[in-house]
DNA sequence: GGCGGGTCGTGACATCTGTCATGCCGGAGC
DNA sequence: GCTCCGGCATGACAGATGTCACGACCCGCC
């Protein structure tokens, strides 16, 4: 007893991604690593914070883009549920909103799928240590960019349209006049710089503004 | 000499895939099986067919979404310069269209990114001995979706207009007509049973026509 | 109280889109 | 030979879209 240099317990993780694949892959990937432990793994948004909670989880790395609850709004919801659990956001875009909300959102790290394998686990023991984790790089377009232009209803009626449908489609799904929703969309025209609704919505998808 | 059980050589393995953390961690989770070994790691279709011959890889395991040289392109050029190695396409998207052409580029196997992880060792093997490995549901679907019923230019223009520019950009970026562009588009939207050209694009887009 | 900003609507206008008819050319197939 | 189909184009037309001006309401802020 009373070694110099006592086993820590390792710290416990949470993974979240809905490909099954990379999911199981990170797991293994992690698992080796002396320190590291996955104590759970989900398909989606909607149970992390059950997850987390059931198996004291340490560190949970989400991805953002998961169907139902998205690994920003889980973020969320599992920092005000269970405030000790540190959130690594692991996703496939490095767009520049999407690191901003995840900040807001609690985020101690922000991590792209593009970097090195080797980089991973070290992303996690620093986050579980209290330091942020953000690729500079990201950063900084991220400060190039700026937050979102766009006000709640345009960002909504945005979205609808990049379904591909009609004005009327929109001003269906969003109860709102066909007037309406053209002025919303030539607003968001106008703040992206775009000249097309298309345009409009690729540029918004780009910088994680929908 | 001369045992009874005598141990075979690995199976020697190619990863290509963009995104560097996904390799990593495919790659480690492949090389814990005994019988697998993964020789050579690549993040874009171009390198494909080079380190494959030089490493003597006996399957790929390819990804279709990648800059440049796509995964499929990949396949093709792989089964024609180094006929001995085989294919597999590990993807996260299961379109019907990806599906079809990735057999047709002579790719033996065709996995999505949300089976089981325990499944691609599997997949590998199978593959390996020259089998096939399609999930069957995917197969289903693609039948039922059939063959992409666009002509080449009808295929062209969209994927011009998917970028969300107007039918003028499309004409200057495609060297045709505005008429003709607009008559093109006509013909996708019907082809689709869309009814809009926005609507079109995502239409193609789901089922790998693009 | 006044001001600004977001929300929602209307009406009018110029332009863009989607559709259709029509034509010409070249190649593949009978 | 002829026909069918794809590529390419023009012209015309109805309808959709993007823009602008304008007004109404509510809220927060100085």
New binding site residues.
Partial sequence: MGSVSPVTAPIRLLLADDQALVRGALATLLGLEADLEVVAQVGSGDEVVASAREHAVDVALLDVEMPGTDGIQAAAALRAAVPACRVLIVTTFGRPGYLRRALDAGASGFVVKDTPADRLADAVRRVHAGLRVVDPELAVESLAVGTSPL????RSVLLEASRGG???DVARATH??E??V??Y??AA??KTSAR??AEAVRIAQDNGWL
Same sequence: chains 1, 2.
């Fill in positions: 006000t709640d209803r345009e009609t004005v009327a709102l006049s007037g309406t053209r002025n969309l030539s025209i106008g097309t609704r």
